[in-house]
């Protein structure tokens, strides 16, 4: 997970000097702003947990809680960092963060799961608020856990606080829609790629059958795309006519898709037009580039490709659409969430999704422009993407500090 730390600071840095922005705001991003490192006690059992606020540059941290025997110190504060370049490229107001504990919930009883919700919010307490900094769901915190999470919130400040957490049950002052959120906006990415490289009918894979790639392949399916292969941990399946995807839907199983059984390696090495990774990081690193077929990749998971890897693929023209703006659509329905909770307004589904498709879309346009402008054979798109992150953090980061340039 070093790795993925370093490769995340290492694109800052060198886009940061190929940008010219200035060298406060880079060391800046390069250290978070504030590290909470504590230990939840459990049944006789301590639980490592974190919460990184990497930056509040342009508005209250913003990120996910993930409980998962991987989570690391390191991979934290690398999410942590992707928030801040996310909320900066697609222009939420919001800064990065992130959160984590070392621990498998689907491993402890329902009870326990409850307590370490309640545990985790009280470790946390004196560093967030609907102000300073929102968390949200993230791998194995459902709106369940977070809805424990915010009525901690709200018991342990004596009064109810739906601004403390978004990804909420829609019971407790949840949004329509957020749970579907980023899989669709993974959905709007797809469309708005095939629109402007004038693609009709092509072939997807898609490794992850989570609540992410689920919502793809149902909002893909939905339109018209052909999915010719899915997977997850357990393996995958595949169909070169096309897979029926929708029955799977509902059951949540890769095992229910009729079709051919593959492993993921093999679903990762296809032929395809779009090769969606919505599982896991470190997906494609140097070691398997090579044998990369897809002509385009969707990153929906966080840093499912390696730095050297994505300079690999781009050399050899596949175009790799990056995690910070093909997953953005969570984001962007919890700034609706956020300030539903503030009672500007409330948002409807329809809002919601018509939100996310155009500040998506609209993002990948703009990258494309910047690709064409700067033509240069070197720039990958998420190279652009965090240049133009990184202008907007860098006037951020001035303006706080009053200064212009
Ligand atoms: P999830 O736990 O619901 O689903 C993960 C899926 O990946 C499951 O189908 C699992 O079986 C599969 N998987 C796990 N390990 C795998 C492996 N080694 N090979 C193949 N498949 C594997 O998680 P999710 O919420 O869908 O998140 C997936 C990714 O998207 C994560 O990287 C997460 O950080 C990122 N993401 C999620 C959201 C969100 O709103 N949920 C937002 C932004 C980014």
């Known amino acids: 997970m070093e790795k993925f730390l370093k490769d995340v600071k290492r694109k800052i840095e060198k886009e940061g000097k190929r940008n010219n922005i200035g060298e406060d705001t880079i060391k800046r991003l390069l250290l978070p702003e504030r590290f909470l490192e504590f230990t939840i006690e459990i049944g006789g059992r301590y639980i490592s947990a974190y919460r990184c606020q990497h930056s509040s540059i342009l508005g209250p941290y913003k990120g996910g809680i993930r409980f998962s025997e991987q989570v690391t110190r390191d991979e934290v504060e690398a999410l942590s960092i992707l928030m801040t370049l996310k909320c900066a490229l697609i222009g939420i107001p919001f800064g990065g963060g992130k959160g984590g504990a070392i621990v498998d919930p689907r491993k402890i009883s329902e009870k326990e799961r409850e307590q370490l919700a309640r545990e985790y919010v009280k470790g946390v307490f004196p560093i967030i608020g609907p102000e300073t900094d929102i968390p949200a769901p993230d791998i194995n915190t459902d709106e369940k856990i977070i809805s424990i999470m915010a009525d901690e919130y709200s018991r342990i400040v004596g009064k109810c606080s739906p601004g403390s957490f978004t990804g909420k049950a829609i019971k407790d002052g949840g949004l329509a829609g957020r749970s579907e959120a980023t899989g669709y906006g993974g959905f709007a990415v797809l469309e708005e790629v095939c629109r402007v490289k004038g693609l009709k009918n092509p072939k ?173 054979k070197k720039l990958t798109l998420s190279c652009a993407a965090i240049s133009v992150a990184l202008s907007r953090l860098e006037k951020g980061y001035l303006k706080k500090n009053g200064e212009s340039k």
């Open 204 to 376: 997807i894979a898609v490794q992850g059958f989570g609540n992410v790639g689920l919502n793809f392949v149902h909002y893909a399916e939905k339109a018209g795309f052909k999915i010719v292969a899915v997977s997850d941990h357990a393996g995958g399946v595949k169909r070169e006519e096309g897979l029926i995807v929708k029955d799977a839907v509902k059951s949540k199983h890769v095992a229910d898709i009729k079709g051919e059984r593959i492993s993921n390696k093999d679903l990762l090495e296809m032929g395809v037009d779009f090769l969606v990774l919505a599982a896991v990081e470190n997906v494609i690193t140097e070691e398997n580039t090579d044998r990369i077929r897809a002509k385009h990749v969707i990153c929906l998971a966080n840093g499912p490709v390696t730095r050297k890897a994505e300079e690999d693929l781009h050399q050899k023209g596949v175009v790799v659409v990056p995690d910070i703006l093909a997953n953005a659509g969570g984001v962007v329905a919890s700034y609706c969430e956020w300030k539903q909770a503030q009672k500007e307004r409330k948002c409807s589904k329809e809002e919601v999704f018509s939100s996310i498709a155009k500040n998506l879309k609209g993002s990948f346009c703009e990258l494309e422009s910047l690709m064409k402008e700067k033509s240069d």
